[in-house]
């Protein structure tokens, strides 16, 4: 006998393949030729090896490699394809085949994970507009397609002899070109890249095709070296990493934030918003899942207790909230400078600390933890925030990894009716439709013939094309008093912006705007409040002129040229002001021209007096009223019942295309679901859902995304017809017959769809039928 069993490992997505066991923090001095036997007391504080041992380059083909013109040729030298400037390379294709290049790189041991390709001072016509990337080992051995596809270099130039400035992580994005990823885990030494596709048509005899660089972005390797999928770390915050202070100032070191002992980190807010820190971890390939925050020797009253964690790929790419909720630091203390000991899998519980995990499947190269609440108040002016160490517990990643599903955690069989941390006193057992009539999601609070003004700037052109709709061009002239951009009084004086939406024109992408901050006030006599800033990630691609924006409230108009950068707020506002300290060309200074096609400030239009809601639980977020569609399936009934509140049933026939069942888009759009309960109907136990796949998306033109999968617990017993649902959020509505299954879920979805892939009778198949009384979310 015995009290439990626990077989710890890690959740993988579906078909991972461990090519290496991935030790939890590689040593300086790693062995040639790592074992397959996991070291059994990882080190506390991953030392930098990744960048010893493996190292993320802008291209692996070095400038000074050897390169050699293939099937074409031309007198101009071959250099030049891999020069590190936009000097044309170009090739007279022989006929033979694809023309190109190929180079045996000065370092011969690499793994190439995409292509870029600059284009150069003329000759658009000869772009080329598919490539084919191979590689070998020796020239003795056959060449490999690592990759092949499709270019979309625009016909714009880039002057003649311009040095290429980019990273491992992102191309010279002051220089037109193209960028293609691709997955690819295996070393060579040679590579060959080839065109067989001209902008003016495919490659034959004299067709001739340049560019101005091709870079092979991927890692420099030693000798022998197989890339791991994935490595479990207790922190991607290595040690050594460099750490900005955000929001705030102090005199003591930044490294104390993640040195990797219990030494103090402290940041006195500066007033502009919750202060933290940013780091760029040695390795840039990371997915964070967890945040760990270590109490210090003193100042309890300064402890942390809500977080926010961010991510982005690039200094010019915006912050994404990858998590954000509350910390139970206790105010007990840590010694000073004591070392964490902790694992991928575990914080070091000799020390006072608090854990909060979450979903997330995205990479990130850059993280932002800040703290918009410490134990002593909100943040303010010179309100103090300290900690002794945050660790944040993930994986380390090679480049181009994409994890394509994130593993639920088994549903317990048997799940405890445990209330919610702030449930609801008297919620209601069908939730009305009340959300839609007192606050309307909208695609911009900036509609359309409210009043504008240009800011901090001059220009003869009308103010009115900054929000009318359209990609018709805004420009503003900077004044040299600070940000020009422009304020807004919308037509409708009571909104919540939770968002930037900005589209490109026409022409003048130097004059992008690359740096934002939103502002709200409410009267002409109150003074601004910053509601967010950061950076934008325009493109130099252009929309035509005067084009329609068709977006909504969930979704930006995803076939013009834009970027958006959601962020979280609560406060209403009447009046709103856009500026844009920063353009392509540089910091905004007198005479600095700033433009875009549209601006929009998604969120949403509420009464007057408004207070938005944090976090409202419901019994389900299925209200009955929403629309609903049956999926693989067909019936003549009605398909309202599937959530209409009551054991009413709801019955599909399975097509034989897959799991059959239905899809929702509820009144209120955004919602996060923690669980399932599936009542059953008057009839037909056979036909009960025994297995059950909850899917979300944010609108139709967006993929499903698996939030939960697992089986159901339904008995034979029945419910009477059309019995009413009287559930609440923490607890099902336990006087009927039905199953509950819980889950961990971070993310907000507008559209549901919930399958069924097996009934009591049998696994799905044509004409299986499969229903019940009532589905809650």
Do not use: C
Request: glycine share 10%.
């Amino acid at each position: 006998q015995f009290g439990e069993v626990e077989l710890p490992g890690v959740w993988v997505p579906p078909g991972f393949v461990m090519t290496e066991y991935p030790t939890p923090a590689p040593s300086p001095k790693p062995t040639p030729a790592p074992t397959a036997v996991p070291t059994f007391k990882p080190t506390a504080a991953p030392s930098i090896a990744p960048t010893a041992v493996v190292t993320p380059v802008s291209t692996v083909l070095t400038p000074g490699s050897t390169v050699v013109r293939v099937r074409g040729y031309n007198t101009h030298i071959t250099a030049t394809a891999i020069d590190g400037t936009t000097d044309v390379y170009q090739v007279h294709a022989d006929g033979t085949g694809a023309p190109g290049f190929q180079v045996t790189p000065l370092w011969p041991y690499s793994i190439v994970q995409g292509i870029r390709v600059y284009t150069p001072y003329n000759g658009h016509s000869r772009d080329p507009m598919k490539f084919i990337v191979e590689g070998r080992n020796g020239d003795t051995e056959g060449w490999t397609i690592i990759a092949e596809g499709d270019l979309g270099l625009t016909t714009e130039r880039n002057p003649s002899g311009m040095a290429i400035e980019s990273t491992p992580t992102e191309p010279d994005m002051a220089k037109i070109h193209d960028e293609v990823l691709f997955q690819n885990t295996v070393m060579y030494s040679q590579y060959r890249v080839t065109f067989p596709e001209a902008r003016s048509g495919s490659v034959a005899y004299g067709t001739i095709v340049q560019f101005g660089e091709v870079e092979l972005p991927g890692l420099t390797v030693p000798p022998g070296y197989v890339l791991p999928t994935v490595t479990p770390v207790s922190t991607v915050l290595t040690p050594g990493s460099t750490v900005v202070r955000v929001r705030g100032y102090n005199t003591h070191t930044t490294a104390t934030a993640i040195d990797g002992t219990t030494n103090v980190y402290q940041v006195h807010a500066d007033g502009t918003g919750a202060p933290g820190f940013e780091v760029s971890p040695l390795w840039p390939y990371s997915i964070v899942q967890g945040i760990r925050v270590y109490t210090p020797s003193n100042g309890h009253g300064r402890d942390p207790m809500q977080f926010i964690v961010e991510g982005r790929n690039g200094d010019t790419e915006g912050w994404s909230v990858i998590a954000l909720g509350d910390l139970g630091l206790t105010t007990e203390r840590n010694p000073a400078g004591t070392p964490i000991n902790s694992s991928p899998s575990a914080p070091d519980t000799s020390l006072v600390h608090d854990e909060v995990l979450f979903q997330n499947t995205v990479v990130y190269s850059q993280y932002r933890v800040t703290f918009p609440e410490a134990r002593s108040a909100l943040m303010a002016y010179g309100t103090i925030v300290q900690f002794g160490e945050v660790e944040l517990p993930g994986v380390w990643v090679p480049p181009g990894f994409v994890m394509t599903e994130y593993p639920t955690p088994a549903p317990s069989p048997k799940p405890t009716p445990a209330p919610t941390a702030v449930p609801t006193f008297k919620p209601t057992a069908a939730p009305s439709i009340a959300p839609t009539a007192v606050v309307t999601p909208v695609s911009t609070v900036l509609t359309p013939g409210s009043t504008v003004v240009r800011v901090r700037g001059y220009n003869t052109h009308i103010t009115a094309t900054a929000i009318d709709g359209t990609t018709d061009v805004y420009q503003v002239h900077a004044d040299g008093t600070g940000a020009p951009g422009f304020q807004v009084t919308p037509l409708w004086p009571y909104s919540i912006v939770q968002g930037i939406r900005v589209y490109t024109p026409y022409n003048g992408h130097s004059r992008d705007p690359m740096k934002f901050i939103v502002e709200g006030r409410n009267g002409d006599t109150e003074g601004w409040t910053i509601i967010a800033e950061g950076d934008l990630g325009l493109t130099t691609e252009r929309n035509p002129s005067g084009m329609a924006i068709e977006s909504t409230p969930t979704e930006p108009d995803m076939a013009k040229i834009h970027d958006e950068v959601l962020f979280q707020n609560t406060v209403m506002y009447s009046q709103y002001r856009v500026t844009f300290p920063e353009a392509r060309s540089g910091s905004v200074a007198y005479g600095t021209i700033v433009q875009f096609g549209e601006v929009e400030l998604p969120g949403l239009t509420v009464p007057p007096g408004y207070v938005l809601p944090t976090v409202t639980p419901v019994s389900t977020v299925l209200t009955p009223g929403s629309t609903v569609v049956r999926v693989r399936g067909y019936n003549t009934h009605t398909t309202a019942t599937a959530i209409d509140g009551t054991t009413n049933v709801y019955q599909v026939h399975a097509d034989g295309t897959g799991a059959p069942g239905f899809e929702v888009s509820p009144l209120w759009p955004y919602s996060i679901v923690q669980g399932i309960r599936v009542y059953t109907p008057s009839n037909g136990h056979g036909r009960d859902p025994m297995q059950f796949i909850v899917e979300g998306r944010n609108g139709d033109t967006e993929g499903w995304s698996v939030i939960a999968l697992g089986d159901l617990g339904l008995t034979t017993e029945r419910n009477p017809a059309g019995t009413p649902i009287n559930s609440s959020p923490s607890a099902p509505d336990t006087s009927l017959v039905h199953d509950e299954v819980l889950f961990q879920n971070t993310v907000v979805y507008s559209q549901y769809r919930v399958t069924f892939p097996e009934a009591r009778s049998a696994l799905m198949a044509y004409g299986t039928i499969v229903q019940f009384g009532e589905v809650e979310l």
